[in-house]
């Protein structure tokens, strides 16, 4: 029997290891000519910071990844690790970016929603391309959903409507999550809420 301490490093080891896969993983998709696209008409005044779109966006991702590093972790693997996904500016060629948090914090609240959903489209779509057929020549996706009770702003019970009963309609709104995956991968290849399928 594996001593605890023994167990813990090892398991330490895989995780870190998994991290540096999906890290990666991430980078060279966002080098993809059909991600790339998804930033072409970012502003000019916006294309010159250091943050732009694809930066800040691998930095959200990598946040997850990482199990909810901080904003200065997040910043501090990029500029150990990835720094060529930065645009070319002289702070980025002469190694002298700082490690403050600030501006990637300022752009990731500008960061448009619309870049987040047509990022997460292409990523998906890039990926579910990849997977093999599995069945007959045809790709096959396991489909998964749950719902999740949301708080009773207006604003969440006009798009996510309550459940109703034979005692009338609930207080929460309830969102229906959908997740499509292959099976035997961790690809999750596309996911929409209820209110996306109503809208559809």
């Known amino acids: 029997m594996l ?21 990666q993983l991430l980078v060279d998709l966002i080098a993809l000519p059909d991600l790339q696209a998804v930033f072409d008409d970012e502003d000019y005044y916006e294309a010159k910071r250091v943050y732009t779109q694809a930066p800040t966006l691998t930095l959200l991702i990598l946040q ?17 690790h990835h720094v060529d996904i930065l ?3 002289r702070r980025v060629e002469e190694g002298t970016l700082s490690e403050n948090n600030s501006a990637y914090n300022k752009a990731r609240q500008k960061l448009p929603l619309q870049k987040v959903e047509a990022f997460s489209g292409a990523i998906c779509d890039h990926l579910a391309a990849q997977s093999k057929s599995v069945w007959q020549g045809r790709r096959v996706m396991i489909l998964d959903g749950t719902t999740i009770t949301l708080p009773p702003t207006p604003e969440l019970k ?16 309830v969102a229906m999550l959908m997740v499509a ?19 559809e």
């Open 3 to 23: 001593d605890p301490k023994e167990l813990e490093r090892r398991k330490a080891s895989e995780k870190a290891q998994g991290f540096s896969k999906a890290r």
């Open 64 to 80: 997850r990844l990482g199990g909810g590093l901080t904003l200065t972790g997040a910043v501090q693997e990029l500029l150990k």
């Open 87 to 89: 645009p070319r500016n």
């Open 158 to 173: 006009k798009a996510f409507p309550p459940a109703t009963n034979q005692h009338g309609e609930s207080v929460w709104p």
């Open 181 to 199: 995956s292959p099976p035997g991968d961790r690809l999750c290849a596309g996911s929409r809420s209820g209110c996306d399928v109503r809208r």
